[in-house]
């Protein structure tokens, strides 16, 4: 396919109730979403927590590239490009650290922490260059929500806030759950490398139709009741909030429980500690409202999971390749609630977990399936039927329908279209 066709092209391969297979199989089309996707919209980089002291580093990305995240030698929070302006190298091969300087491996000029070019080797070599025009390439817009750091490749565009809309509540709902009402980012990630297209993994972040099946062993070993959430005869609702955000909203089950703690798996007693921080911080009532609906599942478009427990960062590399950096979320000011998020976490998704390697068998079927071109389309109508709408007016339906992928494929057709 041509990148350069008309816009009607993504109206024959994008219907409300089926996507064409192509859609994550074509290398073209690959390239037009890095083009109208990824190098676009607000996509989810990295989080304040990870660099908490003046010239920490670290690196992330944005779709396939790699940005150096630094908080610089004046504490502001900065995305710069990894390419050397020189002749392209990789200006910083270190994961992480504390440096107020980079300098380039190939020929060693010298960057100041916020990008600015400050020497080369030989400078008698260089009469008349202009080093202010040769810093590091900087993202062109960065906003940070609740410690959340967003960067747009596009110097104009939506502000962060009009791309998150409803999804910002999630993420204020999470924060909620710490004491201090702030998540940190400090348990390190693992790297899942999968070979499918990443929007099979976007879509079956808020699928609640297969984690009674995929999932049924660690259901069952965990002696979980998981499973129930995501059944028939469950009361939690899929959501969509626009621009592409999904949500299984499981409170109405856990309200039902109407047990703190129920929705982490785990009581009041064996986090005592945690459970009086938060009545102190929030008052008897509404530390227990919070405790109740526990974290969100959320998935915010395009690129960042919020699954109760744990936090997923999808990138894609190519168009059957894509890496989930995946970290056990931490709740600032609560340490025993910490501990256990983090063996949670090891136990779903670690290197042995089962959660995740599940979900990732489940991926690649997929794609290797789209090499077989009969049928040609995938089927996206379960519950159309019965969408209704919630009190803010978003589009909601049973915790097992097709809902949020129809939403992400309405708000990514949108994103195609666009000039
Ligand atoms: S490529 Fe970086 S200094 Fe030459
Ligand atoms: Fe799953």
Redesign the pocket.
Same mark, same amino acid.
């Given at each position: 396919m041509n990148i350069a066709t008309p816009s009607s092209t993504w109206s024959h391969l994008i219907e409300p109730g089926r996507v064409h297979g192509s859609l994550y199989a074509d290398s073209e089309i690959f390239k037009a979403e890095l083009e109208k996707i990824w190098f676009r919209t607000w996509v989810y980089v990295g989080h304040v927590s990870e660099i908490p002291n003046r010239n920490d580093f670290i690196i992330k990305s944005i779709g396939p590239l790699p940005v150096i995240m630094v908080r610089d030698r004046k504490g502001e929070i900065r995305l710069l490009q990894n390419r050397c302006p020189h002749r392209g190298n990789t200006v910083c091969v270190t994961e992480k650290g504390n440096r107020s300087s980079f300098t380039c491996p190939y020929h060693s000029w010298t960057f100041a922490n916020d990008g600015r070019l400050m020497g080369y080797a030989f400078p008698e070599g260089y009469q008349g260059a202009d080093k202010s025009k040769l810093g590091l390439g900087q993202v062109p817009r960065v906003a940070i929500y609740k410690g959340f750091v967003f960067g747009s490749m596009a110097p104009e565009g939506p502000s962060l806030e009009e791309h998150l809309g409803g999804a910002a509540d999630a993420i204020d709902r999470l924060c909620e759950n710490s004491p201090e009402g702030e998540i940190e980012v400090t348990a390190g990630f693992l790297h899942h490398r999968t070979k499918a297209n990443w929007k099979f993994i976007l879509e079956?972040?808020c %699928?609640g139709y297969?984690?009674g099946f995929?999932?049924a062993s660690i259901f069952s070993v965990a002696d979980s009741k998981i499973g129930e959430l995501y059944g028939p005869d469950s009361s939690a609702v899929s959501r969509d909030f626009g621009n592409g955000h999904t949500e299984v909203d499981l409170r109405p089950e856990f309200r039902k429980r109407d047990e703190v703690l129920s929705w982490f798996g785990t009581t009041a007693g064996k986090l005592p500690d945690y459970v009086s921080k938060m009545e102190a911080a929030y008052g008897a009532e509404k530390a227990r409202e919070i405790m109740i609906d526990g974290t969100p599942h959320i998935m915010i478009f395009p690129n960042l999971f919020i699954a109760e427990i744990q936090l997923f960062v999808i990138q894609p590399k190519a168009v059957d390749e894509t890496i989930q950096h995946v970290t056990a979320l931490q709740f600032k000011g609560a340490s025993d609630f910490n501990r256990r998020l983090r063996q949670q976490t090891m136990g779903s998704v670690g290197p042995a977990g089962f !959660? !995740?390697a599940? %979900?990732t068998e489940?991926y690649e079927r997929n794609q290797r399936g789209l090499a077989m071109n009969d049928p040609e389309w995938l089927f996206l109508e379960r519950g159309m039927h019965r969408e209704g709408h919630d009190a803010d007016g978003y589009t909601i339906g049973h915790s097992t329908d097709d809902l949020p992928s129809r939403g992400i494929w309405r708000h990514y057709k949108s994103l195609m279209e666009a000039e």
């Open positions: 079956n972040e %699928d297969h984690p995929v999932h !959660l !995740l599940d %979900d489940m």
